[in-house]
């Protein structure tokens, strides 16, 4: 298993989607949505959020912005050849259904893109924080192989996996010590002391040039998300 920290998997996508369509879902706060924009990514960019969208569509040049329920995705059939969906599936109850509905909408061949938290970072903070799971909405807890079942299920091959992202891991292992709310996005809502404290250390790492091999080494034992790239089958029709 591979790493990938999340400025490398932006790289990844805006590599693979030249002269591609791309659909991201769950674009939330738009980071990940304007940095593949910046990118030059021909991206549409869906939530199920308006207040999102409405931000979005005032900050963002190039990019098609739409409100959408993953559960209904409103395409027809092969509509996009590339498909983004990072940190959303935990939320999704149904979550069958929304990969049945990413599939309908990716073409034969194209490449489906999906981060979830990993098993065992979920189980340490709701450890720490028992109101953890309800605090994030998240209402699904993935085991690797069950995920690529379900993936497979419906007609989108793993072709790898990727360890991602110790650097939230750190930040929120202290987090969910303090019992620090948020709102389900990752934006906090108190002890701001700590953050600031994260912040300092992660900078001194960066004078020291530690930085990134500090956030791998963390990312082998520790990562924060499981990043999953697919592809759609060219053999059969799974809509």
């Not at 298993?1 to 769950?26: T, Y």
């Not at 720490?128 to 309800?134: E, I, V």
């Not at 891991?169 to 620090?180: E, G, R, V, Y």
């Not at 998300?225 to 697919?230: A, D, F, K, T, V």
Request: proline share 3%; glycine share 6%; aromatic share 12%.
């Amino acid at each position: 298993m591979s790493i990938l920290q999340k400025p490398e998997l932006l790289d990844l996508i805006a590599n693979q989607s030249i002269n591609k369509r791309v659909l991201q879902i769950g674009i939330a706060h738009g980071h990940s949505a304007l940095e593949l924009l910046k990118k030059g990514v021909c991206l549409t960019g869906g939530d199920i959020s308006w207040n999102y969208i409405s931000g979005l569509r005032e900050k963002a040049v190039g990019g098609n912005f739409t409100q959408l329920d993953i559960l209904n995705l409103p395409f027809a059939d092969n509509s996009f050849d590339m498909i983004v969906c990072l940190e959303v599936l935990e939320h999704i109850k149904d979550y069958d259904r929304a990969i049945k509905q990413m599939s309908r909408i990716l073409t034969p061949g194209g490449v489906l893109f999906i981060s979830v938290p990993t098993l065992r970072t979920e189980r340490i903070f709701e450890f720490f924080f028992p109101k953890w799971l309800d605090i994030c909405q998240h209402v699904n807890v993935f085991r690797m192989q069950d995920l690529v079942e379900v993936l497979s299920f419906h007609g989108i091959e793993t072709e790898k996996t990727y360890k991602s992202n110790f650097h939230a891991s750190f930040f929120w292992i202290f987090h969910s010590i303090l019992h620090t709310r948020h709102d389900g996005t990752g934006k906090i809502d108190g002890n701001f002391w700590m953050s600031r404290m994260i912040e300092t250390f992660w900078r001194i790492l960066l004078k020291l040039r530690l930085a990134k091999v500090f956030d791998n080494l963390g990312t082998i034992f520790f990562p924060k998300s499981r990043i999953y790239l697919g592809r759609k089958s060219i053999l059969r029709d799974f809509t």
